[in-house]
């Protein structure tokens, strides 16, 4: 059974977080600038987290298909 690559790393695992934190941080940005556009109350607040939320959600739903093809035989 193969190992997926990115959990055999330490330095693979760190990059991915990082670049994980940093599309939640796009996404939440993105959502409470559309947020505000639309005059919605406390938009930066809330759109900074269903942003962010999305984007883990999104990348979870990813990266459990990734690491699913390496568990199958």
């Given at each position: 059974m193969a190992q997926n690559p990115?959990?055999?790393n330490v330095v693979t695992r760190f990059l991915l977080g990082l670049a994980v934190f940093a599309a939640m941080a796009i996404g939440g940005q993105a959502v409470a600038m559309s947020f505000l556009s639309l005059g919605v109350p406390y938009a930066k607040w809330v759109g900074?987290?269903?942003g962010a939320i999305a984007v883990?959600?999104?990348f979870t739903a990813l990266y459990r298909r990734y690491d699913a093809s390496y568990s199958a035989e």
């Amino acid at each position: 059974m193969a190992q997926n690559p990115v959990e055999d790393n330490v330095v693979t695992r760190f990059l991915l977080g990082l670049a994980v934190f940093a599309a939640m941080a796009i996404g939440g940005q993105a959502v409470a600038m559309s947020f505000l556009s639309l005059g919605v109350p406390y938009a930066k607040w809330v759109g900074v987290g269903v942003g962010a939320i999305a984007v883990f959600i999104a990348f979870t739903a990813l990266y459990r298909r990734y690491d699913a093809s390496y568990s199958a035989e």
